[in-house]
């Protein structure tokens, strides 16, 4: 089973500008300090940096993909399902993970007590790499 990693990169959970919090994340020494960003440049600028700084790709035999969600408010002028981005569909704030096979998902676990439980995940990977191994 062939198995790639996505990671979207959504809002900020805590930028400084919108919902200030401290941030338990540090690069360099320094605690993480991100806006809210307002284009799909900025965005993108920002999950660039963060994939930089905390290590993305630099060990794995698996490289992530970085896939940028645009933030929602950048054409006013649609509506319908046409205005609902990733965000809306997926719920994925602040975070989450989600396991698909072909175009099906097939892992969607709930957070329980603010947060999400690696070895749920690490259990469906194996159950799934086996099943696909055995054929």
């Known amino acids: 089973m062939d198995i790639k990693w996505i990671a979207v990169y959504i809002?900020?959970?805590?930028?400084?500008?919108?919902?200030p919090l401290a941030s338990a994340r540090y690069n360099k020494g320094e605690v993480v300090h991100v806006p809210q960003t307002k284009s799909l440049a900025q965005r993108s600028a920002a999950a660039t940096e963060f994939f930089e700084n905390f290590g993305y790709n630099s060990e794995l035999s698996t490289p992530w993909e970085l896939v940028v969600a645009p933030p929602l408010d950048l054409d006013p002028s649609l509506s319908g399902l046409a205005k609902f981005g990733f965000e809306d569909l997926y719920c994925p704030w602040p975070f989450r993970m989600y396991g698909?096979?072909?175009?099906?998902?097939?892992?969607l676990p709930e957070p329980?007590?603010?947060?999400?439980?690696?070895?749920?995940?690490?259990?469906?990977?194996?159950?799934?790499?086996?099943?696909?191994?055995d054929h």
């Open 100 to 107: 698909l096979i072909g175009n099906q998902f097939d892992f």
């Open 11 to 19: 809002a900020e959970a805590h930028a400084y500008d919108e919902w």
């Open 112 to 133: 329980h007590a603010c947060e999400l439980r690696i070895d749920e995940l690490t259990d469906w990977l194996t159950k799934n790499t086996r099943r696909h191994t």
